[in-house]
């Protein structure tokens, strides 16, 4: 991504700043927030905007610090060391983004300790090397709060290693600003889709575990402005993948059909 243009973020406040001011100064950045509400986007803007190549490691209940530092595989009858993402990072002085990172397996935790405080260090027990971060190496991480139990969550000792900044959906004029350009539906339709989102975030914890994301919404504003019925489109965009529960379903086109008339 070194050297393309900025993916489109529309700031909410002043973490852009935030952001660039902790490369600057070589410190790690933990994103919170729910899903869906620009945490990926946002890296990806930072990333391009500083110049600086990304690897993005989509964490999940498999990943072990193996996967993330490398491997000897075997290749063309030998065998040879393959850096992970991480270690790539860390060689190249580009930025690792971890998202969803409590996802992970907890040896993960203890790999990135090292990369996390004045050392910048990360060890490779398997060819003996002791990594240095190279020069613009930035470590950022994600997790998603709401999803959080005890068997998944950052312990204190991992979360102040970090800078962390707190995320969530966009305000409303800003939604709307962000599902127009993603989209490309006229400003008016948009705005109805947005004030639904807002209603329907208003149920989680209560029929829904987790609000409609801006993600979704601008699926569903793409779908309306390639011709499909606004009905349907709100359907399988907003109303299908947040539940599997008929009554719920029901409930909230009814919903749907109460803010669009």
């Known amino acids: 991504m070194r050297g393309a243009e900025a993916p489109f973020y529309l700031a909410h406040g002043?973490?852009?700043?935030?952001?660039?001011?902790?490369?600057?100064?070589?410190?790690?950045?933990?994103?919170?927030?729910?899903?869906?509400?620009?945490?990926?986007?946002?890296?990806a803007h930072m990333a391009a905007a500083l110049g600086r190549?990304?690897?993005?490691?989509?964490?999940?209940?498999?990943?072990?610090?193996a996967d993330l530092i490398g491997r000897y595989l075997l290749k063309g009858g030998e065998t040879v060391w393959v850096d992970g993402p991480l270690t790539r990072a860390v060689r190249e002085g580009?930025?690792?983004?971890?998202?969803?990172?409590?996802?992970?397996?907890?040896?993960?935790?203890?790999?990135?300790?090292?990369?996390?405080?004045?050392?910048?260090?990360?060890?490779?027990?398997?060819?003996?090397?002791?990594?240095?971060?190279?020069?613009?190496?930035?470590?950022?991480?994600?997790?998603?709060?709401?999803?959080?139990?005890?068997?998944?969550?950052?312990?204190?000792?991992?979360?102040?290693?970090?800078?962390?900044?707190?995320?969530?959906?966009?305000?409303?004029?800003?939604?709307?600003?962000?599902?127009?350009?993603?989209?490309?539906?006229?400003?008016?339709r948009v705005r109805s889709l947005v004030?639904?989102?807002?209603?329907l975030r208003g149920l989680k914890g209560q029929d829904l575990e987790e609000g409609v994301s801006t993600r979704l919404v601008v699926y569903a504003a793409t779908l309306i402005a390639g011709g499909m019925g606004v009905d349907r489109a709100?359907?399988?965009a907003m109303v299908e993948p947040l539940t599997d529960d008929e009554d719920v379903k029901r409930g909230l086109l009814d919903l749907a059909t109460a803010v669009f008339g």
């Open 14 to 43: 002043d973490e852009c700043e935030i952001f660039a001011a902790a490369y600057g100064n070589g410190l790690p950045v933990l994103l919170k927030g729910p899903t869906g509400c620009g945490k990926t986007r946002f890296v």
């Open 53 to 65: 190549p990304l690897y993005t490691v989509a964490c999940h209940d498999d990943l072990t610090a």
């Open 94 to 188: 580009a930025i690792c983004y971890l998202d969803e990172v409590v996802e992970a397996r907890k040896d993960v935790a203890v790999v990135l300790h090292p990369l996390t405080d004045d050392r910048r260090i990360l060890p490779i027990d398997r060819t003996g090397e002791e990594l240095e971060a190279a020069p613009g190496f930035m470590l950022v991480a994600s997790y998603n709060p709401g999803y959080q139990n005890i068997l998944k969550t950052l312990k204190p000792s991992t979360r102040q290693r970090f800078v962390a900044m707190e995320f969530d959906f966009p305000k409303p004029e800003h939604e709307i600003a962000v599902v127009t350009r993603e989209s490309g539906l006229d400003e008016g």
């Open 195 to 199: 004030r639904l989102a807002g209603k």
């Open 234 to 236: 709100i359907r399988v």
